[in-house]
């Protein structure tokens, strides 16, 4: 009997400690921020601005890149100074260099080398979409310029 009391208490107090570590886990859903995407095919540099709300962390800031629907074929990590596929020195929260989180306010940039494809060309349809761990934070499409 008091093995199954002991069983009973042990269960509980496990599913308590559950309850409260997903309750308070901060990384449990997203930030909510206004993020602006914009394209300057000429240069291949993507710029994002942070235009309002929550920061984010820069370290679980993960990025996935289309242009007219097709994935470039190297994919930005966030963060980097020099990674295949992207001209080296991104700057704002893609750059390890830059201190805290995103915060409002703030711009990212990156450049596309050479090496990645598709690059953008005036009139298409780029689209970035801005994740965490927890989930999708925005999908941004702009028409390059």
Do not use: K, Y
């Not at 997203?30 to 914009?38: H, I, M, Q």
């Not at 990645?116 to 925005?138: C, K, W, Y």
């Amino acid at each position: 009997m008091l093995a199954v009391v002991l069983l009973v208490v042990a269960c509980v107090t496990a599913a308590a400690t559950v309850g409260a570590v997903v309750a308070t886990d901060p990384g449990a859903a997203p930030p909510v921020a206004d993020l602006r995407l914009s394209v300057d095919a000429d240069a291949d540099r993507l710029t994002l601005r942070h235009a309002g709300g929550e920061a984010i962390p820069a370290e679980a800031i993960r990025l996935r890149v289309r242009v007219n629907g097709t994935a470039l074929a190297h994919q930005p990590p966030v963060p980097f100074f020099a990674a295949r596929g992207f001209r080296a020195g991104p700057t704002g929260p893609f750059n390890p260099a830059t201190a805290g989180p995103w915060r409002a306010g703030q711009t990212a940039a990156l450049r596309l080398a050479s090496t990645n494809h598709p690059r953008p060309s005036p009139g298409d349809r780029v689209t970035v979409r801005v994740s965490t761990e927890a989930a999708v934070v925005a999908e941004l499409t702009a028409t390059a310029n």
